[in-house]
């Protein structure tokens, strides 16, 4: 998936030069630069092969190497991975052996990557064709959403992401970190944020640091969203007195936009505010500090007279106005320390400092307006991967397509890149892959590639090939809905649940955000996502391939009696498959000597998740 | 898969007593009792329920609950878990709820496992079927043997097998940790042992108290073996001295018996196992200590003649006996650090302490001769599941069958039970999970449930519902097996890799050990297991329901023209499925242009795998 052209390799060094070169990293070694994370590279990428070609890593050096794979690095990593920090490489390979070559740490990162796509098993081991690839991503910032708010992503779940992340090369990953479903990050300094806003499921900042740890080995910054003023009702359940309104408030269990607000009038709120972003500034390391900003309806302000008197006071004509007061007191506290403010769209405001980033979800349009006023932008219109498009839609969308097109050089530089966003409304632990991967691969490919490699049969050629890779970095987009589907169909025979897997192999879940308008699927914390529609992944393969056929067919490119006799031949099979389909059978438990419904689990009774015990005796309560 | 009596539940206590038993416990918690392994329980009971129902785990305790499972235990747990420990449970589900009792927290954890099992999603929730069951174990050691010694096995594929091994209710993890492959355990006081043996692919201390205290909590033991006085080429890679030969020892890479052995007949030998011997027995802190035994050929005391000599003036005819004095001696050392004896059935020698174990691989007839002689035994006979048997051949043999079955009642009890034997010279990391799974479960039931149980037929609808849930549990058994399909198939269509799966679903490995005999796969740490041999699982599911449905047919309990129809067809598929397979595709990488061909991986170079690494430049050995 990267983009690869075909080059001439830049000439050897001399031997002089590489002496000197040689020269300088002893000394270097001396002042004791170390590179850990290369070290820790090289044994993910010799697991990752072991996984890919079902080789043993022998422990044995006796034996001469029949070939050798040498990286060389110049320089080493920045304290702080930095969007623009190099990421170019080299990568020959020839009958006799492959070099890796880049500038830094990232960029070799990025090659073995490429040498891992490029492997596969052979009769005695495994190969990788003769190449010579120079290769650089075109955007600095590749990024994907976690929507850790409405859904808890348990620990283990975003690193096998992030390891998916690596083998598509993002290099940001965009915590969404707070909601109204949902407060999850420990704060110390105010520790009702989590305390009481997040029902018990949130990460401690042990375990933040962990993971931005584990990210950074992979090249992978992490930028935390704190949303505010709006998306906060998760905030006020410990501090209702940043609130616009008097409250009391809970953590949401429905999804959509709410009312509750931050008061931007109140000095309260931003002495929270500046010790709540100096304590979460020094957590996450990464530069920018993502504020939100989206989706205020302004209610909770228009019922607070208080606000009102503000607004007139300040000459505010609108609720827009006093929000952008709010964003540029906050975009200071920011600045005051020390990191530069990213937000979406709403906090591209007069006066904003110009090192922010605007993050668009209205699309091109917004990003060039703000590229004509020099603010940098990076574009998730089109990449909301929660709408269950498929990989083809997202992949024909350009941060640099629509108004963006026809901005200047220079201002096309301040387009930073984009971002997939996994907003998790419908989305937990089980089925976050399957939503996640390989569609994001696509996605990941727009923003590494040219602009001009925009073939989609070619994008789904590649895609199946990542889509299997991905399974053996540890992604479980695949084999989870088969499980999933195992589940529903219950006791059903192999026959039957072959049939539900040919019906389910065909669909696809409702698109955009249907779902939650035409169903009560909008209770977020007691909705379980066992159905099918949870179970199937965004977009059919089968379907796909069936429709290309099709169309080859109705077009003329493709219309001998044969194709004609395939497509007859699957479609009597759909035909017939209703029948097994339909076949009376107990669902689930036979309760015909009576038994106990249970509704649902309820970890927070006296069962170990909460902690609680009765000395000897426990209850486990079902809801 | 447990043995389910359906029984009337013991009276109700009476108020007075209950709440005696209150006091007593409270009193109980006043001197500092505390279960936290069964808090553990109910979390990993709540999250099991999770997995297998797709519901979700609230924080919310403000709703009634429907119904509600009360889990009461008497007695707190024995500091170290003993064969006989009390494992019974009575389970009673009512439509008002669950009640779970037992005498002590094993017999909670099988209780939970039970429940589990019951459980299925329906309309509303999940529901258990009213039942009432009174259950205990028929054997008290219930084993899975885990060789990691031929192939090293990642600390997170014992864990998973752990909790395969819960959810199957057994009871004794034995840890096959050394054999002339690879000496896998840390030793503090002769640290060559896994410094020179192991190639470094060992388990720390910390890793082994770790997976000790993994086991405790799921109700299972950890049996360690050390096997002496032969398979041991790895101890003597960095303790030549105590061998009958004088070397130079190499880690064994073929399989089969070797030579070398202890010497017998040196003091020194002794010395060094006193201190062995007395640093593990503090390590694992299960009562016994498993001292191998099996399989001496002898040569490399023939080779020796001092040992020759002693043989002489002890007036021992045989290696046998001079193994019995090896054996005698090593009983002494591990009583003298107050552990008990088990080993193969080769320690079963005159004078042995009445408090050893006899470990048959011979069969019922030796275990019979030690019961007699007032010996305990466990059987491994016809539980090699290395071997490649189908479930149904493991499930007829029963610990109490053959010679065994003739024993009076008070020698039967002698007999403790068996172990599920996983010798790893074809398994690894990968295909390890389908060799033990589930397989091992129809052995688990044979181990607790009534010797009466044995329909076969019945045994399979268990196992395929076992099956599944074992996947709930972590396992990889199913899911695994399809992965190295993929990745033998290679860039294959879906219609070449249905094909190849049509295929693979009716073929099994081949049975006993002639896969060594026919084939030049003796090599254990180069011989990669990406074949079709490692990828398909034991046993055909497809082929054994095949096999049914001809049998029906053929012996006229079932010959309805519809049979005949459905087998023609299956057949005919079957027939029709060869062409696809033929079609003629490259092989992995296209080579057109030249490629790296590299053999295999080898991590003990200077990437990371070892920790070496040459300032910012790193080489990736492929022999």
Avoid at 580 to 602: K, T
Wanted: net charge neutral.
């Amino acid at each position: 998936m990267c983009g690869v052209e075909f080059d001439a390799m830049a000439g050897e060094r001399s031997k002089r030069e590489r002496r000197s070169q040689d020269r300088r990293i002893v000394r270097r070694r001396v002042h004791g630069v170390h590179e850990a994370r290369l070290d820790r590279a090289g044994q993910r990428f010799l697991l990752q092969l072991q996984r890919q070609t079902g080789l043993l890593i022998s422990g044995k050096t006796a034996e001469p190497a029949k070939a050798t794979l040498v990286v060389h690095t110049d320089h080493a990593s920045k304290e702080v991975q930095e969007p623009g920090e190099d990421e170019a490489y080299t990568l020959e390979i020839t009958p006799a052996g492959a070099k890796l070559n880049a500038a830094n740490p990232l960029g070799v990162l990025r090659g073995l990557q490429t040498f891992l796509q490029l492997v596969d098993v052979s009769p005695d081991g495994f190969a990788a064709p003769a190449v010579s690839i120079k290769d650089q991503p075109r955007f600095v910032w590749r990024g994907l959403l976690i929507d850790s708010s409405r859904h808890f992503t348990p620990m283990e779940v975003l690193k096998r992401n992030l390891d998916g992340m690596e083998a598509v090369k993002m290099d940001v990953f965009h915590w969404h970190i707070s909601d109204n479903q949902g407060f999850r990050a420990e704060s110390k300094k105010l520790p009702k944020l989590h305390g009481a806003g997040s029902g018990g499921a949130y990460y401690t900042q042990n375990e933040i640091r962990e993971l931005i740890a584990y990210a950074r080995d992979r090249g992978i910054r992490v930028v935390a969203e704190f949303d505010m003023p709006g998306h906060s009702s998760s905030w006020f359940v410990g501090y209702p007195e940043i609130a616009s309104t008097p409250g009391p408030f809970k953590i949401e269990e429905e999804w959509g936009v709410m009312d509750p607000a931050m008061d931007p009038t109140n000095e309260k709120t931003y002495k929270f505010l500046d010790i709540f972003i100096g304590e979460m500034t020094k957590l996450f390391p990464d530069h920018y500090f993502h504020i939100g900003g989206d989706e205020v309806n302004g209610k909770a302000w228009d019922a607070n007279p208080k606000i009102q008197e503000f607004k007139k006071a300040h000459n505010y004509k609108s609720n827009d106005e006093l929000q952008t007061y709010f964003s540029q007191r906050v975009q200071k506290l920011v600045n005051k320390h020390g990191k530069a403010a990213i937000g979406w769209d709403e906090i591209f405001v007069p006066g904003a400092p110009k090192d922010i980033v605007i993050h668009s979800w209205r699309g091109s349009k917004a990003l060039a307006a703000a590229a004509k006023e020099g603010y940098q932008g990076i574009l998730s219109s089109g990449y909301y991967i929660d709408l269950m498009w498929s990989a083809a839609r997202h992949y024909v969308v350009d941060p640099l397509s629509g108004e963006a097109a026809d901005l200047t050089p220079e201002q096309k530089k301040l387009v930073l890149g984009g971002e997939a966003t996994m907003w998790s409304e419908y989305v937990n632990w089980e089925n976050i892959d399957n939503r996640i991967w390989p569609r994001t691969a696509a996605i990941a490919e727009r923003y590494w590639s040219p602009q001009s490699v925009t073939d989609v049969n070619s994008m789904y050629a590649r895609l199946d090939v990542i889509s299997e890779r991905l399974e053996w970095v540890g992604l479980t987009h695949r084999s989870q809905p088969r499980k999933m589907l195992r589940r529903i169909a219950g006791p059903a025979t192999p026959q039957e649940f072959a049939a539900l897997k040919m019906l389910a192999d065909v669909l696809e879940p409702v698109k955009d955000y249907t779902r939650g308008e035409t169903t009560s699927y909008t209770a977020i914390t007691t909705t379980p996502l066992n159905h099918l529609v949870d179970a199937v992944p965004p977009e059919s393969d089968v379907a796909r391939r069936f429709d290309e056929k099709v169309s080859a067919f109705v077009d003329g490119s493709c219309r001998d009696a044969n194709v004609a006799a395939q497509l007859r031949t699957q479609l009597t099979k759909w035909r017939d498959n209703d029948a097994p389909l339909q076949s009376p059978r107990a669902e689930g438990v036979s309760c015909e000597r009576g038994c106990a419904e249970f509704a649902g689990l309820d970890g927070g009774g006296d069962v170990g998740l909460s902690g609680a015990r009765r000395d000897n005796q426990w209850h486990a309560a079902f809801r």
